[in-house]
């Protein structure tokens, strides 16, 4: 994924049955088909806990996680939420 540069992040907020909110983080890309095949692909990361689930608190916890994976934020080229798409 790394090797791509640019990729979308998907996440989508649910309380799980212990009743803690959990974030889904998936990431979107598509690679350039020098060692697999040109398509794009999606990959589930991580449940993150959070504590809220406010439009202030998830995109620094988005932050955060992309900081630990090492990716920038300013290669992402689209974002999803909750079947909400921003480009």
Same mark, same amino acid.
């Given at each position: 994924?790394?090797?791509?540069?640019?990729?979308?992040?998907?996440l989508d907020?649910? &309380?799980c049955v %212990?009743k803690?909110e959990? @974030?889904?983080?998936?990431?979107?890309y598509?690679?350039?088909g020098?060692?697999?095949?040109?398509?794009m692909y999606?990959?589930?990361?991580?449940?993150?806990e959070?504590k809220?689930s &406010?439009?202030? %608190?998830?995109p620094?916890? @988005?932050?955060e996680?992309?900081?630990?994976l090492h990716?920038?934020?300013?290669?992402?080229?689209?974002?999803?939420?909750?079947?909400?798409t921003?480009?």
């Amino acid at each position: 994924m790394k090797a791509s540069k640019y990729f979308a992040v998907i996440l989508d907020c649910a &309380t799980c049955v %212990s009743k803690t909110e959990k @974030l889904s983080l998936t990431v979107k890309y598509v690679f350039d088909g020098s060692t697999v095949p040109v398509r794009m692909y999606e990959h589930f990361i991580d449940f993150i806990e959070v504590k809220e689930s &406010t439009g202030k %608190s998830l995109p620094r916890v @988005l932050l955060e996680k992309l900081e630990t994976l090492h990716l920038n934020l300013h290669d992402t080229r689209c974002q999803g939420y909750d079947n909400v798409t921003y480009t």
